[in-house]
């Protein structure tokens, strides 16, 4: 059941670096930086969100403006509800590690995510676990995005940093880390800090 | 084991054997806590190593932060980068280091010959480290202060610091007499050795007053059984109310030319009139000061002794000096070096107590004096005990203020103390010398001084002449030049394993009067017990 609730999409183009899933609902997108996860058995796949999309699900049909005559946004959906079926949500995510016979690797799988495989967000207690290796940051560091890196980082070590208890421990570690690997880059670390600090 | 005592530094990132290791500080570990003279181990991969730190400097691992700083009002900032982008690089000199086999165990801390592999982790030393190297307060150990900013207690082997000469340096003011003193109880009680001191300023024997005008009591009023004091100004010594064993004179027979060559300086006197010295003392034998005193002109020298005139006028000035001396008369009555060296030859240490004559002839021309009739008598005894395998005499350490008069490069030659210095221990006559300007001394004396205790220095020659010959030498000059101007010192040579900067327990305190009186009594009692399991 819980699994259920957590089913943030489905798997509909996947490489061995990133995948990218539908959501079920419009607009149900999880939030950027966070950690999910999807499976190719017996391999359970982590990736961290990394952009999000909502366009028309025929490309070459654009959205047109509705609203002249509403009375407020949410009255455009009201009144065509048809626009929810028209419309889809999609969000890409890194792939940042990997689980495979109960223990945690934070490096590629050896396969990419199967098409139509269900895409879960993780528990906390799946992020506590995740994170308590910043190997993973390499993986972000070093990965050339649509989104910078230093956004990504950021936005996927505040996500993070919510669970743990002592936030600012948390942080600091993870600062201290990235001061490590970008030690010849100072502003993209203070680019980050900057975004992380509370 | 306190936390602090246990706390990793940091670990080793580069070095080489000669010039010691660069060790990069952990985060945790902040640089400001990091004092020059800490002493600190190495884990290496098969053997543990022991340095000292030398050095400490500031690294970063981005040029660019030297020229755009961050925001370090921000805390979280300044806690991110501390450590990592920016951190503490330590400088330790290596200077022993024991295995990890059983084997290397018993053999104890060997000095190093190589560096730990790359990464090793660095920690502070423990106190069980300082007791491994320095061994524990014990029957021949003795407790001399704590290593700085430590709690344990660092101990000296006495019988090793009188094996050889030993130098206590340190300008003015930096508390030398208060350790002189500690070290004589030490010797006193730990060292199977007899001292011989020549108290300049009256401060070994009896009490004196601290620069805060506090009274500290010394030698015989803590020991009244072991020590004796001898004075050769008696009035002064009743005057501060010193119970004295003896009153030290002089007689005109005993000043021998080679007191009068060591004079020469301070009584001003010329290379001729030295020589002449030695020709009248061939002439008239042992009445030889008389005889030339009781000389009017040339006119009443005796045939055969060519002095000219002038150098005669400068000598009778100088003998009229020394004459003028009131514990030099024509015939002492009692032998002081007879006395002297029955006190010793008992285990007795004596205190020879210079009253109201501060003045360095009377001084030079006593320890000289006395030094040589005693060296002579030592040198024998000893040749006597290898030859006939008769007991040898007790080591005797000879205590000298105002060293550099005795052992600058003119006079170290001809001085008895010279020769002790440099003869070392052959004869069971060592040397404790105390001197404020160790540049003074000449340099192949000081390199055959043993043990080197040095309190601050200023000037940069006086630290060059004290680290003269020692390896390591730029670091160990840039731990004793951060030594607080008082109460700490850097102690290195044959009694130390390894050099150690430290802080030397307050002498003059109740308590630390308690302390060797306390150590004295178990050792007593030890000692009674184990006669009386003898005896059963």
């Given amino acids: ?198 | 084991m306190t936390q602090e005592n246990t706390q990793r530094l940091g670990i080793v990132v580069s070095g080489s054997s000669t010039k010691g290791v660069e060790v990069k500080l952990d985060s945790s570990a902040s640089v400001e806590d990091m004092v020059v003279g800490r002493y600190v181990t190495i884990e290496g991969q098969k053997r543990r190593f022991f340095g000292m730190i030398t050095d400490v400097s500031l690294g970063m691992t981005d040029q660019k932060l030297t020229l755009t700083p961050p925001d370090v009002s921000d805390p979280f900032m300044a806690e991110v980068i501390a450590g990592t982008s920016t951190y503490g690089i330590l400088h330790v000199s290596p200077y022993l280091t024991i295995g990890g086999d059983v084997a290397s165990l018993i053999e104890g801390p060997q000095p190093v010959k190589t560096v730990p592999i790359h990464f090793s982790t660095v920690n502070l030393a423990s106190d069980q480290d300082i007791e491994l190297v320095f061994g524990k307060e014990d029957k021949e150990r003795f407790w001399i202060g704590n290593p700085l900013d430590m709690e344990t207690k660092l101990c000296l082997s006495m019988e090793k610091l009188v094996e050889r000469s030993s130098g206590v340096f340190g300008k003015s003011g930096t508390g030398k007499t208060f350790f002189t003193r500690q070290l004589l109880i030490g010797t006193l009680q730990k060292g199977k050795a007899a001292n011989l001191i020549f108290d300049m300023n009256s401060e070994y024997g009896w009490e004196s007053t601290s620069e805060q005008g506090r009274k500290v009591k010394a030698l015989k009023q803590l020991f009244p059984s072991k020590v004796a004091v001898f004075t050769l100004d008696e009035e002064s010594s009743r005057r501060r109310g010193v119970s004295t064993d003896f009153v030290v004179r002089i007689g005109y027979d005993e000043i021998e030319p080679e007191d009068m060559a060591l004079l020469r300086q301070t009584l001003n006197l010329t290379d001729l009139a030295v020589e002449a010295v030695y020709q009248l003392r061939r002439r008239f034998g042992r009445g030889w000061l008389q005889s030339t005193l009781d000389m009017k002109d040339t006119e009443e020298l005796p045939e055969g002794l060519n002095i000219h005139e002038n150098t005669l006028h400068n000598l009778r000035r100088g003998l009229e000096t020394v004459r003028r001396l009131p514990f030099i008369e024509p015939h002492a009555s009692a032998d002081a070096v007879r006395h002297i060296l029955d006190h010793l030859g008992r285990g007795i240490n004596v205190v020879l107590e210079f009253g109201r004559y501060k003045d360095i002839t009377a001084y030079i021309l006593v320890a000289n004096l006395l030094t040589s009739r005693i060296y002579a008598q030592y040198r024998e005894r000893m040749e006597r005990a290898m030859g006939e395998d008769a007991a040898p005499p007790i080591p005797l350490v000879i205590t000298i203020e105002e060293a550099h008069k005795f052992l600058n490069p003119e006079v170290a030659s001809q001085t008895i103390f010279g020769t002790i210095a440099r003869e070392m221990r052959k004869y069971n006559v060592t040397l404790l010398v105390i001197d404020q300007r160790p540049s003074g001394i000449d340099e192949e004396v000081m390199s055959q001084i043993g043990t080197k205790i040095t309190f601050a220095l200023d000037n940069e020659r006086d630290i060059d002449r004290v680290l003269a010959g020692v390896s390591g030498k730029s670091e160990l000059k840039s731990v004793l030049a951060k030594l607080a101007s008082r109460q700490q010192a850097l102690i290195f040579g044959h009694a130390v394993p390894m050099p150690v900067a430290f802080q030397p327990w307050e002498y003059g305190s109740v308590e630390s009067y308690k302390h060797f009186m306390l150590s004295e009594e178990t050792e007593i009692k030890k000692q009674a017990e184990e006669d009386i399991e003898e005896l059963w």
Avoid: W
């Avoid at chain 1, 999880?30 to 961290?48: D, F, H, M, Q, W």
């Avoid at chain 1, 880059?185 to 975004?195: D, G, S």
């Fill in chain 1, 1 to 198: 059941m819980a699994e259920l609730t957590n089913r943030v999409g489905e798997v509909i183009e996947a490489s061995t670096t990133d995948f990218v899933a539908q959501c079920y609902e419009l607009y149900q997108l999880p939030p950027l930086g966070s950690l999910v996860k999807t499976r190719n058995l017996p391999v359970e796949l982590y990736a961290i969100v990394y952009n999000a999309t909502t366009t028309s699900i025929e490309p070459g049909r654009r959205p047109i403006a509705r609203g002249k005559d509403e009375a407020s946004e949410e009255e455009i959906y009201r009144s065509s509800p048809q626009l929810l079926k028209l419309l889809k949500s999609e969000f890409s995510a890194l792939v940042v590690g990997h689980r495979q016979k109960d223990k945690l690797y934070h490096y590629l799988p050896p396969n990419p995510a199967r098409i139509h495989s269900f895409v879960y967000l993780c528990s906390p207690e799946e992020v506590k676990e995740f994170s308590h290796s910043f190997d993973f940051l390499n993986i972000l560091i070093n990965t050339n995005l649509p989104v910078s890196a230093e956004e990504l980082i950021s936005a996927c070590l505040r996500q993070m940093s919510q669970i743990h208890e002592d936030r600012h421990a948390f942080l600091v570690a993870a600062g201290k880390e990235l001061a490590l690997l970008l030690s010849g880059q100072f502003n993209q670390l203070k680019a980050i800090l900057v975004r992380i600090k509370q």
